[in-house]
């Protein structure tokens, strides 16, 4: 079988153990020598309908990414191209990062670290505890099932928003519809958005989402920016109908500098930087292998997605 993996976007080496592992296959790294394969291992942007038509024996799109927006879906159906995406590459990180930012409003860091600058010691009081809060999750995947499990230790009720009602490990209760989701954020103490961005989940989170919420809720998004509804969240934010948001993702990106969120005490703005680990390069390629060998050996994926 001929895999084309992509090294614009990863360095070479993380491929070695792969190649080792399945040596018997053809690889290519260069795009020019690519169309005739039958996998393609790569990331979202260079999944676009006018490079797929020129791969007329494609059975199968690994990505290296949790994301996988801007794929057209339909498209890979219609031709019965498999699509994965890297489920567990990224969730252990970005669970954490999560609680980084939670803790970073609960303990009053900000303030702390002003009084640092200054050499003053001054006691900052804490308002907001973990322990019994309410989390709701938006998006049952790895990532939210990571965050979730961990949730526990703090003796929290975790709760879950997904599209079809099943049971899912470390959450209390799950809701779907419209109106599971409004429960959830009327319940919640703490909003964490974990879900992937498609036309359903675009501006998921619009003024009326920010309106039933607690005045003293926390929202968190690691997922993508365009799931919130920007122009909402800082009015919110602004008039303090909400306590405050962590954005790890805007929409767009990078965030313009003038953009009046830089500037908003209850706003903490971080790069698209929670999925940084000095471990991802080796989950990647363990993810690769991972699937590689189940899909081989015809066994259900996962990861799948199409």
Same mark, same amino acid.
């Given at each position: ?11 070479? +080496? ?26 393609? $291992? ?5 999944? %676009? ?14 990505? #290296? ?68 809060? %309410? ?11 990571? #965050? ?46 974990? $879900?992937?961005?498609?036309?359903? %989940?675009?501006?998921? #989170? ?12 926390? $929202? ?21 109908? #909400? ?6 993702? %805007? ?35 363990? +993810? ?19």
């Amino acid at each position: 079988m001929k895999v084309f993996l992509d090294k614009r976007y990863v360095k070479i +080496e993380l491929y070695e153990a792969f190649m080792l592992e399945y040596k018997n296959h053809e690889f290519i790294f260069d795009v020019e020598k690519s169309y005739d394969c039958h996998i393609i $291992i790569t990331v979202p942007s260079y999944v %676009t309908i006018d490079v797929l038509e020129q791969y007329k024996n494609l059975k199968w799109i690994e990505l #290296i990414t949790a994301g996988y927006d801007g794929i057209d879906l339909e498209y890979l159906k219609r031709r019965g191209i498999l699509l994965t995406y890297a489920k567990d590459v990224f969730s252990i990180q970005i669970a954490e990062d999560v609680f980084s930012k939670i803790l970073y409003f609960n303990r009053q860091l900000k303030n702390h670290m002003k009084n640092q600058e200054k050499h003053l010691w001054k006691f900052q009081k804490s308002d907001h505890e973990l322990y019994g809060a %309410t989390i709701g999750i938006i998006g049952t995947g790895s990532i939210g099932q990571h #965050i979730a499990e961990r949730m526990k230790a703090f003796k929290t009720k975790v709760i879950g928003y997904k599209r079809h009602l099943t049971h899912v490990d470390f959450f209390d209760k799950i809701y779907t519809t419209s109106d599971g989701l409004y429960e959830l954020l009327k319940e919640s103490d703490y909003i964490i958005i974990a $879900i992937p961005l498609t036309k359903d %989940t675009k501006n998921l #989170i619009d003024a009326r989402a920010l309106s039933v919420m607690k005045k003293d809720a926390l $929202i968190v998004n690691v997922a993508r920016g365009e799931i919130i509804d920007q122009i909402a969240l800082k009015k919110a934010l602004m008039n303090n109908q #909400i306590r405050g948001a962590a954005l790890d993702v %805007t929409s767009p990106e990078p965030l313009p500098k003038d953009d009046t969120l830089w500037d908003l005490d209850n706003c903490l703005i971080t790069p698209h930087n929670a999925s940084s680990s000095p471990k991802v390069n080796n989950r990647i390629a363990f +993810e690769i292998i991972d699937t590689f060998k189940k899909y081989l050996e015809q066994i259900e994926l996962d990861n799948k997605v199409v």
